[in-house]
Structure formats: structure tokens, C-alpha cells
């Protein structure tokens, strides 16, 4: 009994004398809890429904209890978003008049919003058209989500701890003895990693396929394997840019769990960001987890591939493998 | 023998922090031939070796090996090898996929093959490395750092963790290899470097005690403080003042 409670006292004074680990402790949740707290002070962002607004740039936004009204550019990229599950109505202006579609579930929020808008006298009563969508609407929207979440775990993770792992257990030194080029080791570690992700990134996308309905074909699985790679590329980046200034294991593993909270939660991995408030859809939207899930998600329901997100991921990853490169040392 | 100077510290300093790890050392290492790079703990017998592998550069002075200026930009890599003191294992690799790998780094057709029978693990090259005994484990690094035929190999406590038996055994072949090569090993154990080496170098708080070879260090200590071990009395005659110093306090003695 005596050992246990002299080990655990030892545990403790390790975590308190470590100021890293402590600052993971007590400052990254009190850090996190001032942030969101701020953030969502008058509720959380999910209790409001997202309509999506096509048509009357020119007149301001609707407003109307527990909903939030974004635009779109147009009608295939809001309907998009609603088989998706990513909004719960649209509401199309043209000519002066109103259309609201919403599926089947959101019959009955249809029908509240349409007499809300009804009641304003300026504006004409919305033709609510119900129309059927997808069974795995919601699947349709989580499968990018997921594929990313899986990416950035292998990327982060994969390049970030494996090379703190290897300095600490001397294997770079090991190396940086023989003639192999830094070059070399670092393409070694992406082409593994990349083979490994690619085949990992097929598979989910055949399974969500052939399970969940999602729509898929050869073009898109390409695209989607590209834009897969190009988010690996990335998340590498970024655990290696890591690994170059963090050398403790133990370390490094708080980092990327901090690092991770919001390249998860401020994406569009599991929720959409339209429900946030400025300025963080925004600041969002130039992460690379936005930037990969979006990219994936537009393959899926639209078909169609936005170049600024395919030259976001690039940037990503030539920013962080050119700080890595900058900063690598085989030994300190 | 012809020896000629293959590695070569002037007036070398390195410091940590407020650590002076080496401090001023000028020293010449001859080869073909094994030399000991002996002192008690901290004496800067790593840093020593890592200039000399070109892991680091010195604050003062500079290091030549095989005739050219050294530093960690510039080095070569392929005329030396190195057998750390602790290697990696690493995880689900078998031993003949480690031989492997060495053996595609320096470019040696049929290397792996090669480094298999070196370390005597032809029938072992499907278990995985963590399984390797220590002996075994030893013969593998040794025989992947040396699969290049270098001029130079660097050894950082070889023998540290290894029954008498694999002990003698690594002794013998480092023997060997300084034939025709030179072979510096770092090592604590100086009945080892009295068996093993031709020259001794002797390191405390990282300055230059001695150095030279075996026969002419012994040389010079007293008779009556000969006990038939040659770098045992060298290092306890060299040092000797330095190991008064390690007292505490209170006057009581540390080390004998």
C-alpha cells in the first residue's frame, strides 16, 4: 500500500514539475473553456436550424426564431447541402416571390417558417415544396468528415509522434552516422504513409458506398484519393514541423491532442460551420480539415471540385514541409 | 606498420550551458589499429566521438578525419561506420529487413546477405529484431555498420550490455577488424581496452590526460604501482589527481 501511494506521489510530482504538462493540464481546458464559452454564450450553435437562402442578394437576410439563414450561389449547391443534411430548408427568391423545399422530416419546421415569413407584410407567402431525400443524407455529410478525420489522425499523428519516437530512441542519430539524405528519409516516411492512407481512403469510400449509398464512381474515387493526399501532405506538415521543436514523446502527444481540437471541431468534420458566428466560419474555412472536407464533400454531392481548396491544401503542405525541412536536425 | 593520422582534434572545444564537455583537446588518432577513448563518466568521451562522427561541431578549434576538415554539413559518410552504444530495435522488423535497409543506405550488392553472415544470423533473418538476443543483437549492428568496408569505425561502449562471453567474442572481432581498419571504441571497461587496443586516450572533465600507445603509457608508470593491467595503471596514474578532487564535502572520498 505504502509503494502504491509513494508511486503515485511520484506520478503526481511528475505532472506538476513538468510545466508542459501541467499547461496541458490546467491551462489548454481553462484556455478552451474561455474560448467556446465566448464563442457560444447565447447557445449552442447547433440548437438553430441553417436555411439556405438562393436568389434576393439584394434584400437582407430573413430573420426568424431558431433559425439561421446563410446564402448560397446557387440552387444545385443548396440542394446539395440539404440532401446532405447540412441545412434543413431552402428558401429560393425569384421574381419576388418565395419557395421553401425541405425534406420530408422538416415538414412540419417547413410549415412554422413559411408562416413566420407570412407575417411580414412586405413579403409574399412562401410555396413550401416538400421533396424526398436521401435515407443516408446525414451519412452523405459525416463520410467526408470521417475520411478526413482518419487522414488527419495518420498524417498528424503518423509523421508527428513516429519522429519524435525515433530521435528519442536514437535512430535519427542512427542515421544522420550513414549516408542516407534527409530527403530520402523524409520521402520514405511520406511514401509509407501515403500507401498506406491511399488504400485506407478506397476502402472507406467502396464501404460508404456500397453500405450507406454514397455516391461514387471512378472520377470521383480519383479526385477524392487526390484530395485525400494532398490532405495527408498537410497534416504531415504540420506533426513533423512539430516533431522538429518538440522532443519529449510525452510532449509531443499533448500537442497533438491540443492541435487537434480545433482542426476537428472548427471544421465541417461532424457539424456545419454555418451555424457559427462570424468571424469563425470564416477563420474555419482556412483550415486544412475544412479545406480537405470540403473538397471531398463537394466530389460527393456535387460533382464538382472548388480550386481554392485544392490550392489551400497546397499551400498547407508546402508551408509545412518547407518549415520542417528548415528546422529538421538529425541530432541535437 | 605504416600509421598515419586518420583522426585529428586541434585545440577542440565544446560546451553545454554552463558545461565545458570538452575543453581545449588536441589529439591525433592513428589507424590502421584500435584506439580506447577511456574516462570515468562525463569525461566528454560522447562529445568526443560525436565531433569525430560528425554529429556536432565544435565551438573552438576543428576536426579532420581521413585527411579532410569535418563538421556536421560535411563528412564522409561512406568511409566510416558507426555502432552506437544503444541502437534502435525497431518494431515488427526482422533481422534480415534491418540488414536490408543498411545494406540499401551504403549501396552493397548483396549486402544483406553479407551482413547475415558477418553476424552469424543466416538462420535467424525471419525473427523479428526485438527477439535477438544482446549477443546476437551486437553482431547485427556491428556487421550493418560495417557492411561498407569503411576505413573508420566508431564503437560507443560496444560491449556495455553483453555477457563475458559475447564480450570476448566482439573483442576478438573489433581485433580483427583493426588489422586493416581503424577501429575507436569508446569503453569504461579497461581490462577491455587493455585486451582489445593498441592506443589509449584518457579524458577527465573533458581535457586531454593522456594519450598514446599502450605500451609507452605503461611505460611510464612507477613499478611499484604496476599491477600487470596496462590501462587500469595508466588510468589510475593519469588521473589520479583528478579522482582526488571527486570528494565530498566533508573530505570523504568518492572514488578510490
Same mark, same amino acid.
Given at each position: ?9 511520484l506520478?503526481?510530482?511528475d505532472?506538476?514539475?513538468?510545466p ?7 491551462? /489548454? ?5 474561455a474560448?467556446?464559452?465566448?464563442v ?6 447547433f ?20 433559425a ?45 417558417l ?21 435515407r443516408?443524407?446525414?451519412v ?6 470521417? /475520411? ?8 498528424l499523428f ?12 536514437l ?20 511514401l ?10 478506397a ?18 474515387l ?72 470540403r ?26 514541409f518547407?518549415?520542417?525541412l ?7 | ?47 568526443l ?18 585527411g579532410?576538415r ?6 564522409p ?5 558507426v555502432v552506437?552504444q544503444?541502437?534502435?530495435?525497431m ?78 567474442r ?50 611510464r ?13 595508466v ?6 589527481a583528478?579522482?582526488e ?7 570523504r572520498?568518492?572514488?578510490?
Amino acid at each position: 500500500m505504502k509503494a502504491m501511494l509513494v508511486l503515485a506521489k511520484l506520478r503526481a510530482f511528475d505532472l506538476v514539475r513538468t510545466p508542459s504538462s501541467l499547461a496541458f493540464m490546467l491551462v /489548454l481546458p481553462l484556455a478552451l473553456l474561455a474560448v467556446l464559452g465566448a464563442v457560444f454564450a447565447n447557445g449552442h450553435p447547433f440548437e438553430e436550424r441553417v436555411v439556405i437562402v438562393v436568389g434576393g442578394e439584394d434584400e437582407a437576410l430573413p430573420t426568424g426564431p431558431g433559425a439561421h439563414f446563410v446564402r448560397a450561389a446557387t440552387l444545385d449547391e443548396a440542394e446539395a447541402r440539404l440532401s446532405s443534411r447540412m441545412a434543413s430548408a431552402i428558401l429560393v427568391r425569384r421574381d419576388g416571390a418565395w419557395r421553401l423545399i425541405a425534406g420530408e422530416r422538416e415538414a412540419l419546421f417547413a410549415g412554422g417558417l413559411a408562416d413566420t415569413l407570412d407575417d411580414d407584410p412586405d413579403a409574399d407567402a412562401p410555396r413550401i415544396e416538400i421533396t424526398p431525400l436521401p435515407r443516408w443524407g446525414y451519412v452523405h455529410f459525416l463520410f467526408p468528415g470521417l /475520411l478526413c478525420f482518419a487522414v488527419l489522425t495518420a498524417g498528424l499523428f503518423g509523421m508527428g509522434h513516429t519522429m519524435v519516437r525515433y530521435r528519442q530512441s536514437l535512430f535519427l542519430k542512427k542515421l544522420a552516422t550513414t549516408p542516407l539524405p534527409k530527403w530520402a528519409f523524409v520521402a520514405a516516411q511520406i511514401l509509407s504513409r501515403a500507401a498506406l492512407v491511399m488504400l485506407q481512403v478506397a476502402v472507406l469510400a467502396c464501404a460508404a458506398w456500397l453500405v450507406f449509398g454514397v455516391p461514387l464512381d471512378a472520377t470521383r474515387l480519383v479526385a477524392i484519393l487526390g484530395i485525400s493526399l494532398l490532405g495527408l501532405l498537410a497534416f504531415m506538415g504540420m506533426g513533423f514541423a512539430l516533431a522538429c521543436v518538440i522532443e519529449s514523446e510525452a510532449l509531443m502527444v499533448d500537442a497533438i491532442s491540443a492541435l487537434n481540437v480545433p482542426l476537428v471541431f472548427a471544421s465541417e468534420m461532424f457539424f456545419s460551420l454555418d451555424s457559427l458566428p462570424e468571424p469563425l466560419p470564416t477563420l474555419a474555412g482556412a483550415l486544412p480539415t475544412t479545406l480537405m472536407v470540403r473538397a471531398v464533400r463537394d466530389v460527393l454531392v456535387r460533382d464538382a471540385v472548388d480550386p481554392l481548396q485544392i490550392v489551400g491544401l497546397v499551400a498547407w503542405a508546402l508551408a509545412t514541409f518547407g518549415l520542417s525541412l528548415a528546422l529538421f536536425r538529425w541530432h541535437r | 606498420m605504416d600509421r598515419s593520422v586518420v583522426v585529428a582534434f586541434e585545440g577542440v572545444s565544446k560546451r553545454f550551458g554552463p558545461l565545458q564537455a570538452l575543453d581545449d583537446v588536441t589529439l591525433a588518432i592513428r589507424g590502421p589499429g584500435a584506439t580506447a577513448i577511456l574516462g570515468p563518466n562525463g569525461a566528454g568521451k560522447s562529445t568526443l566521438l560525436d565531433l569525430a562522427q560528425g554529429l556536432s561541431d565544435p565551438d573552438a578549434g576543428h576536426v579532420s578525419v581521413l585527411g579532410a576538415r569535418v563538421n556536421s554539413h560535411s563528412y564522409p559518410r561512406r568511409r566510416v561506420g558507426v555502432v552506437m552504444q544503444r541502437e534502435f530495435v525497431m518494431d515488427r522488423v526482422t533481422t534480415a529487413e534491418y540488414a536490408e535497409l543498411f545494406a540499401a543506405i551504403y549501396g552493397v550488392a548483396g549486402g544483406r546477405e553479407r551482413i547475415l553472415r558477418e553476424a552469424r544470423l543466416e538462420d535467424r533473418a525471419r525473427t523479428m529484431m526485438s527477439r535477438l538476443s544482446g549477443g546476437e543483437a551486437a553482431r547485427l549492428f556491428a556487421a550493418a555498420a560495417t557492411v561498407h568496408d569503411p576505413e573508420v569505425v566508431f564503437l560507443d561502449e560496444p560491449t556495455a550490455s553483453l555477457d563475458p562471453e559475447n564480450k570476448r567474442r566482439l573483442g576478438a572481432w573489433m581485433k580483427e577488424l583493426a588489422k586493416t581498419r581503424t577501429v575507436i571504441v569508446t569503453t569504461h571497461d579497461l581490462r577491455e581496452a587493455d585486451a582489445f587496443c593498441d592506443d589509449l586516450v584518457f579524458l577527465v572533465g573533458g581535457k586531454l590526460r593522456a594519450a598514446g600507445s599502450r605500451v609507452e603509457l605503461a611505460a611510464r608508470v612507477p613499478a611499484e604501482a604496476r599491477t600487470g593491467h596496462d590501462a587500469e595503471d595508466v588510468f589510475f596514474h593519469v588521473c589520479r589527481a583528478d579522482l582526488e578532487r571527486v570528494a565530498t564535502h566533508d573530505g570523504r572520498m568518492l572514488s578510490p
